[in-house]
């Protein structure tokens, strides 16, 4: 549509078109560690680019997004804008007390590399030998890693086979909203360590279940939480701070924990 506007095709010729950017497939790929020119994945990612550039205006739900995309495209900027993604909170509160009985972490993503999966699993291997008891959950599907071409969920079961063994470690593969509501009411905060990500609903479901959550910066995620308030923020560049930032939410008080989901509720009716 945009390149026959652009040779002036008579019915296309005054149509103002808006893209709305999700996560470019080249950005992925990149961080996926996937070779850039191999196809057909170097000629979506150029598509990607000239639909941005060709576009009347470009949509980012997150400033992240905005910023990453407008260091290779900084013409996208004159006609570019931040609006986040509706999302409607259907979550049913209940008496019980949020605190009682939980045990554990989340993470709800497909297990590749721009996920963070790799940093976030060496991580508890650190906590793990050191003595902690606290199991982690890893909900989503596979991935094949073209890099080294094998699949994610054989690294994991070969790699971690002691902790699997030691019921510290769950791979649950995909599974259903219900699944994923049931576990965001068992553990105690949802993790999403990704590489790069633009505005995961996964982040926004957790905290209107009343689901303290621990993010990375790199991406849409960390300007939806407060740090120390409705959840807690860490940097893929400091060391230990996610390893810092698990044994805060650790630390935490019943009330205090209260305060945080209740907190992290409000957030999202704000936003």
């Not at 103002?16 to 196809?39: E, I, K, N």
């Not at 990607?48 to 997150?62: I, N, Q, T, Y």
């Not at 810092?244 to 009330?255: N, V």
Request: hydrophobic letters at 40%; aromatic letters at 10%; glycine letters at 6%.
């Amino acid at each position: 549509i945009l390149q026959r506007r652009l040779v002036l095709e008579e019915s296309l010729v005054n149509l103002p078109v808006l893209v709305t950017a999700h996560t470019p497939l080249y950005l992925c790929h990149r961080y996926d560690l996937l070779p850039a020119y191999r196809f057909p994945g170097y000629w979506i990612g150029d598509m990607e680019r000239f639909s941005m550039l060709a576009a009347d205006m470009v949509a980012f739900p997150s400033s992240y997004l905005r910023d990453e995309i407008e260091k290779e495209l900084p013409q996208v900027s004159e006609h570019s804008r931040v609006i986040a993604n509706p999302f409607q909170d259907r979550t049913e509160t209940s008496g019980e007390s949020i605190n009682s009985k939980r045990r554990g972490f989340l993470i709800t993503a497909k297990i590749e590399r721009r996920k963070g999966i790799e940093p976030l699993l060496s991580c508890f291997k650190q906590m793990w030998d050191s003595g902690l008891d606290e199991p982690l959950f890893l909900v989503g599907d596979d991935w094949f890693d073209e890099l080294k071409q094998r699949w994610m969920s054989k690294v994991i079961h070969q790699r971690y086979a002691k902790y699997i063994d030691e019921k510290l470690l769950y791979w649950e593969g995909k599974q259903s909203p219900q699944i994923v509501k049931q576990r965001l009411g068992e553990v105690r905060a949802m993790i999403l360590p990704s590489l790069i990500e633009n505005y995961p609903y996964a982040v926004l479901e957790a905290m209107a279940a009343g689901c303290p959550v621990i993010v990375s910066q790199s991406g849409g995620h960390a300007e939806i939480v407060e740090d120390g308030v409705s959840g807690f923020v860490f940097s893929h560049l400091e060391k230990d701070d996610l390893k810092d930032k698990i044994h805060t939410m650790l630390r935490l008080t019943s009330s205090e924990y209260e305060r945080m989901s209740a907190a992290a509720q409000l957030r999202v009716k704000q936003i």
